[in-house]
């Protein structure tokens, strides 16, 4: 009986993840290596995340770091909101800065799972 019950609790929990998004036309690996963008392999994948970002939305911060890599920079705002920031555009530590370069910008909720994503 109570292998029954551990076994339920199991596959509930399995159940309540989701599974990582597949972006199309887009080089994940090339996304994590280009650090802050600073080699314009994120700016030539611009309009693909564009078209493809709401497939972010509800995944948790984990997932996230283990999709895009980990955040350029991240922020953590009032009610326990936080932000990761990946520059597309060449950021100002880059040798190369680009002014008022595009970002994309994840904002997580409270509990930690992707309420909104925007290029800014």
């Known amino acids: 009986m109570p292998s ?6 199991i596959l509930v929990l399995w159940s309540c993840g989701k599974s990582l998004p ?6 994940l690996a090339d996304w ?8 314009g392999k994120r700016a030539a994948m611009e309009q693909v995340i564009s078209n493809q970002k709401d497939k972010l939305l509800a ?3 984990t997932q996230v770091a ?6 350029d920079r991240n922020e953590l705002y ?7 920031y ?13 002014e008022n370069g595009q970002k994309l910008v994840i904002r997580f909720n409270a509990t930690g799972r992707v309420k909104e994503v925007t290029i800014e």
């Open 32 to 39: 994590q290596q280009d650090r802050n963008g600073c080699s």
């Open 78 to 84: 009032k009610r326990n909101q936080k932000f990761f």
């Open 86 to 98: 990946y520059f597309i555009h060449p950021s100002p530590d880059c040798d190369t800065p680009k």
């Open 59 to 61: 995944l948790s911060e």
């Open 4 to 9: 029954k019950v551990v076994l339920s609790f």
């Open 66 to 71: 283990e999709l895009l890599g980990r955040p």
């Open 22 to 27: 597949v972006f199309e036309n887009m080089n």
